[in-house]
């Protein structure tokens, strides 16, 4: 089952258009990501006391309509897809039920030097329940 959140646009995130700045959306993205692992017992945390990282190899993104100060976007994260050493992600911003942003990126887990790896024991069961 996807993972939601929420989170509330703050008057810095934005640009000059009095929208929040397209750069600001990866940190939500991020953020709801690290929180859906977590969700499942497998955050950041214990990924690196194992020895391994998760980092981002790919990324698109899809800006639908602007967002603004005061609003709160639901963000939606789901598993598509995991292999051995990569998953695939997908991702909605939404402010009421309308689509703002929406992401879709690969991960790929790598040792602490930057190597490939396979995913840890238990990764991929735990991670499981994120898809839809």
Known sequence: MAYV???GVRFYELDPYDHVNHAVYFSYFETARIEALSSVGYDLTRLKEEGFH???TDVRARFHRPAAYGETLEITSR???SKR???RWGQIAAVEGQVVATVELTGAI???EGRPRRAPAGFLQAIEPLRS
């Open 85 to 87: 050493v990569t998953s």
């Open 110 to 112: 790598t040792d602490a």
């Open 54 to 56: 998760l980092v981002v």
């Open 5 to 7: 959140n929420s989170v």
């Open 79 to 81: 598993l598509i897809e």
